[in-house]
């Protein structure tokens, strides 16, 4: 039996999403996620790495700013690094998704939000 990664995910960007060509050609879109977990006293977010490889990132990156609820399902890997100025070793977890979907945007739209038409107010008839 083979074992399955995948990681699937719904949050918050920390940041807007940055895109960016690499030398050899390819294209990656990097975003920082905030995920909250648990409820109350017990409630805790995991800040999380996520990359979408190829172009196809280039067009949903404008879209994609700080606050924005997205989400999306990859391959969680491990990246282990070295600070220059320190030597300090730091051990990151990235997803590599294949896909992301806007959820909702930072924006909020009064009029649409409002359950009510303009004209009524907030009131019950009977």
């Not at 648990?38 to 409630?43: A, L, N, S, T, V």
Request: aromatic share 8%; with cysteine.
């Amino acid at each position: 039996m083979s074992d399955i990664n995948n990681y699937t995910f719904t949050g918050r960007l920390c940041a807007d999403a940055q895109f960016r060509t690499l030398a050899t050609g390819k294209g990656v879109l990097n975003m920082n996620v905030a995920v909250n977990s648990g409820y109350g006293e017990y409630k805790r977010t995991l800040f999380i790495k996520v990359q979408q490889w190829g172009d196809s990132g280039k067009n949903i990156q404008p879209y994609l700013k700080k606050g924005v609820l997205i989400g999306g399902a990859g391959e969680l890997s491990r990246n282990e690094w070295v600070a220059n100025t320190t030597g300090e070793k730091h051990v990151d977890f990235v997803i590599d998704v294949r896909s992301v979907q806007l959820l909702s945007s930072t924006t909020t739209n009064n009029a649409a939000d409002s359950p009510l038409p303009d004209n009524q107010e907030d009131e019950t008839v009977f």
